[in-house]
């Protein structure tokens, strides 16, 4: 049985992840291009999602894949992500692995969040997100992203 210590310290941990979320500045240059991901995600703590979208970047669309790892979930939705890429110079600088930080919540067919994802490249992604289901959100993951085959 989890004690009140345990999930007094649990929280805290949530709160100290979810710090640079908050922190993101307003402005990160131009936009550079945008893109949609669907994915379904599943945790108690400990999560995991996998999905995939479109990449819209400089008049061509490119189909994606997203799985990943993280935690601060509990429960589950479907999420429908979309938003704007920022420091994409390269189409091939967008795939690889990205740090998440996120924020939301599901009950039933409501559900809202937002989501931000940072690569060693430079290429940040601000999404908001649609969930379905019945899920709380708060934490960090480490993102896969690739490029369908």
Do not use: C, H
């Amino acid at each position: 049985m989890i004690s009140l210590k345990q999930t007094a310290l649990s929280i805290a941990a949530l709160g100290m992840l979810a710090t640079p979320a908050l922190a993101q500045p307003k402005t990160l240059g131009p936009s550079t291009g945008t893109v949609r991901i669907e994915q379904v995600q599943a945790g108690f703590i400990a999560s995991g999602e996998v999905g995939g979208g479109t990449l819209r970047y400089r008049g061509k669309a490119y189909p994606i894949t997203v799985g990943g790892l993280g935690i601060g979930t509990i429960g589950a939705s479907r999420t429908v992500a979309s938003g704007t890429v920022y420091g994409l110079r390269n189409v091939s600088d967008f795939s690889g692995a990205y740090v998440q930080l996120k924020e939301g919540w599901a009950v039933g067919p409501a559900g809202r969040g937002s989501v931000w994802l940072q690569n060693n490249k430079g290429v940040t992604l601000r999404l908001n997100t649609r969930r379905q289901g019945l899920q709380l959100s708060l934490g960090a993951d480490g993102v896969v992203i690739g490029f369908k085959q």
